[in-house]
């Protein structure tokens, strides 16, 4: 896909003086990058924050909680969205997110955006162009407002698509088909609002790697996407560090106080509440043996 229809499938709307009063609409690699100016870290071409894949690996061993405790102290309240269906509740889905927006079908707008498709030379539906952007540790997050019924985003070619690229999932505000075949699919999870066996229809594509709105959370183009048996949280780039140095701390703090519990040297009352100086002084020094050895 270019930078054309990656940048706009809205409508031009950028030509127009009220542009700022525009609900959807065109989202420059300029304006991804200021929307996004605390990002800490590289860029793609388009201007979406490539957070490191090491900064990934890290994130898949953190806790919803762990990462919704760093997110509250820094006032972002509503980045966690529940109420999934969550296709295997026993893998951890962690990538940089590939935003995309449908509306439902309007004809004179869905015209522009094909327009603008055939322009670009896309081919297929509509939700492959959002399918064509994808690259390794991406996930794609599709605000299809709750639909079910024709709101589903993908079958099993398409989610093995998304995988082939990817290596990750999707999560989509509304629903996916062919469902036995998306279950095959090993390494694949998906977070989804239902199932059902019709085909995608009466919805139009308004922009890739725009804002958009996931239940109450509002999504970023390169927000680092976690998802876990409770939900989805969606982590900006410039605190995505400080949130797998704080859970990694306290996946040390947990085993050195399951440790010196079995070995007798404090009691539960001790290790439960805040430590005193010589417990954390304890920790401090059990830390850098444990880093030696």
């Known amino acids: 896909m270019t930078k054309r229809t990656i940048c706009f499938v809205a409508g031009l709307v950028m030509a127009w003086p009220l542009f700022a009063q525009a609900q959807y609409g065109t989202f420059t690699k300029e304006q991804r990058i200021l929307f996004t100016r605390q990002n800490p870290y590289p860029r793609f071409e388009d201007g979406r924050p490539r957070v490191p894949d090491e900064i990934l690996e890290r ?42 927006s449908f509306m ?36 794609i997050v599709v605000d299809l407002f709750g639909k079910i019924e024709q709101g589903t985003f993908a079958g099993d070619n398409l989610a093995t698509s998304i995988y082939a690229k990817s290596k990750t999932g999707m999560v989509v505000d509304g629903a996916v088909r062919d469902i036995d075949g998306i279950m095959e699919i090993p390494g694949f999870n998906g977070f989804v609002r239902g199932l059902d066996p019709s085909g995608i229809a009466g919805v139009t594509l308004m922009g890739i790697n725009i804002p958009i709105r996931i239940g109450k959370v509002t999504v970023m183009p390169g927000d680092v996407v976690l998802g876990r048996r409770e939900g989805v949280i969606f982590i900006p780039p410039h605190l995505a560090q400080e949130v797998v140095e704080r859970s990694e701390n306290t996946r040390l703090r947990d085993e050195f106080g399951h440790q010196r519990l079995r070995e007798g040297i404090y009691t539960p009352g001790q290790i439960d509440v805040r430590w005193t100086p010589e417990i954390q002084a304890d920790f401090e020094q059990w830390k850098k043996e444990r880093e030696k050895k």
């Open 59 to 100: 994130m898949k061993q953190v806790t919803i909680e762990e990462a919704w405790e760093v997110l509250r102290s820094h006032r972002y309240n509503s980045q966690f969205e529940g109420g999934w269906l969550n296709l295997h509740p026993d893998r951890v889905l962690v990538g940089r997110a590939v935003t995309a």
């Open 104 to 139: 439902p079908l309007r004809p004179d707008v869905d015209e522009v955006t094909r327009e603008l498709g055939r322009n670009d030379n896309q081919i297929g539906p509509q939700n492959s162009w959002v399918i064509d952007t994808l690259v390794e540790n991406d996930v």
